[in-house]
């Protein structure tokens, strides 16, 4: 008799973690009774245009004011102009893709599968050529101010009746100087206080852009991760003065409420510090044909929720009226895998 009724709790404790856990998967923004859906916004990296991306419908599906890539638009690794242009066109040219851009706004940043160097920075022997080819993909008119100055940083601003959210878009290739490579292998590269991730004219820029902000939010976008720096891949974590460097800019700035959006790992996760007392985000979205499914685990001390290690995007609804932000990761089949609100 006791084994029966052992029997009987462990199936209705099976049934309930099914359950739950079915919930999740299957839940959306709409069934958060307490979150209003003002504006929405959705991004990801790591787009390899020799795979097939499933998730284009599902990311218009929820119909967002704009689409940011975060860098990896595509995959070609070369110093061949030609070639360089040929891998772009080729996603140009995808039917599927073709759809995708034609019915959402874009804007995008590059990384370094899509500059032409893996891991490369300012040594790129191609880089104005690249700059060039990578703005023609966006068609990009002639009279864009990314076509007259080196760099594809950039920023521009979305709105919603009175309230807007700035987009600052970043350029963490063009400029950077070169990462220091671990010795012992343990790890692919080593902190270093020396050397820059965005150049004196960017950072220049940048300050600007800050201390002229008005917007409701602002979302800086780093194809690379900026919080997250534990791993010894690229991140800005490599440079921690550079880490410091923004950090100042925000605290001295006019900004009011800044999320950073990376990608580059071919993982999901939200990370989570405070800057003078306000809060700063940063979700990583990457993954978008090929994610790190053999993921296993490493450290990040300021992470928040469960790493998502399958193809996935991410979606920022803002809720401006309450101050507040949804953050969500969602995969193929658009099903739920992990999501996060911010009080601001």
């Given at each position: 008799?006791?084994?029966?009724?052992?029997?009987?709790?462990?199936?209705?404790?099976?049934?309930?973690?099914?359950?739950?856990k079915?919930?999740?998967?299957?839940?959306?923004?709409?069934?958060?009774?307490?979150?209003?859906?003002?504006?929405t916004?959705?991004?990801?990296s790591?787009?390899?245009?020799?795979?097939?991306?499933?998730?284009?419908?599902?990311?218009?599906?929820?119909?967002p004011?704009?689409?940011?890539?975060?860098?990896?638009i595509?995959y070609?690794?070369?110093?061949?102009?030609?070639?360089?242009?040929?891998?772009?066109?080729?996603?140009?040219?995808?039917?599927?893709?073709?759809?995708f851009?034609?019915?959402?706004?874009?804007?995008?940043t590059?990384?370094?599968?899509?500059?032409?160097v893996?891991?490369?920075?300012?040594?790129?022997?191609?880089?104005?050529e690249?700059?060039?080819?990578?703005?023609?993909?966006?068609?990009?008119?002639?009279?864009?101010?990314r076509?007259?100055?080196?760099?594809?940083?950039?920023?521009e601003?979305?709105k919603?009746?009175?309230?807007?959210?700035?987009?600052?878009?970043?350029?963490?290739?063009?400029?950077?100087?070169?990462?220091?490579?671990?010795p012992?292998g343990?790890?692919?590269?080593?902190?270093?206080?020396?050397?820059?991730?965005?150049?004196?004219?960017?950072?220049?820029?940048?300050?600007?852009?800050?201390n002229?902000?008005?917007?409701?939010?602002?979302?800086?976008?780093?194809?690379?991760?900026?919080?997250?720096?534990?791993?010894g891949?690229?991140s800005?974590?490599?440079?921690?003065?550079?880490v410091?460097k923004?950090?100042t800019?925000?605290?001295?700035?006019?900004?009011?409420?800044?999320?950073?959006?990376?990608?580059d790992?071919?993982?999901?996760?939200?990370?989570?510090?405070?800057?003078?007392?306000?809060?700063?985000v940063?979700?990583?979205?990457?993954?978008?044909?090929?994610?790190?499914?053999?993921?296993?685990?490493?450290?990040?001390p300021?992470?928040i929720?469960?790493?998502?290690?399958?193809?996935?995007?991410?979606?920022?609804?803002?809720?401006?009226?309450?101050?507040?932000v949804?953050?969500?990761?969602?995969?193929?089949?658009?099903v739920?895998?992990?999501?996060?609100?911010?009080?601001?």
């Open positions: 008799m006791k084994r029966i009724i052992l029997l009987l709790l462990l199936t209705i404790s099976l049934l309930s973690c099914t359950t739950k079915e919930q999740k998967n299957n839940a959306t923004s709409d069934e958060n009774p307490s979150f209003t859906k003002e504006l916004i959705a991004f990801g790591c787009n390899n245009q020799r795979k097939k991306n499933t998730l284009y419908s599902s990311i218009l599906a929820h119909k004011a704009t689409w940011i890539w975060g860098g990896d595509i070609s690794d070369t110093d061949n102009p030609k070639e360089l242009a040929k891998n772009y066109n080729k996603l140009k040219q995808d039917s599927a893709y073709s759809y851009k034609n019915h959402t706004k874009i804007i995008a590059w990384d370094d599968h899509d500059y032409g893996n891991d490369g920075g300012t040594e790129n022997p191609i880089k104005q690249a700059q060039q080819i990578y703005l023609d993909f966006l068609d990009a008119p002639k009279e864009d101010a076509r007259k100055h080196e760099g594809v940083y950039y920023s601003t979305i919603q009746g009175k309230h807007q959210v700035k987009i600052i878009v970043l350029d963490t290739r063009y400029f950077r100087t070169a990462l220091r490579k671990d012992s343990k790890k692919r590269y080593l902190t270093t206080n020396t050397g820059t991730m965005l150049g004196d004219v960017q950072w220049q820029w940048l300050s600007n852009e800050l002229n902000d008005t917007a409701d939010f602002t979302i800086i976008v780093s194809s690379i991760q900026f919080l997250s720096n534990k791993h891949f690229e800005w974590g490599n440079m921690p003065h550079e410091e923004l950090k800019l925000l605290t001295n700035s006019n900004v009011k409420n800044t999320i950073i959006i990376s990608g790992r071919h993982i999901a996760e939200f990370s989570k510090t405070t800057v003078n007392g306000k809060a700063l940063d979700f990583t979205s990457s993954g978008l044909t090929h994610a790190y499914t053999a993921f296993h685990g490493e450290e990040n300021y992470r929720t469960e790493v998502i290690h399958q193809k996935n995007f991410g979606l920022l609804y803002f809720d401006f009226n309450k101050n507040q949804l953050f969500e990761i969602r995969g193929e089949d658009d739920l895998l992990e999501q996060y609100t911010e009080q601001y």
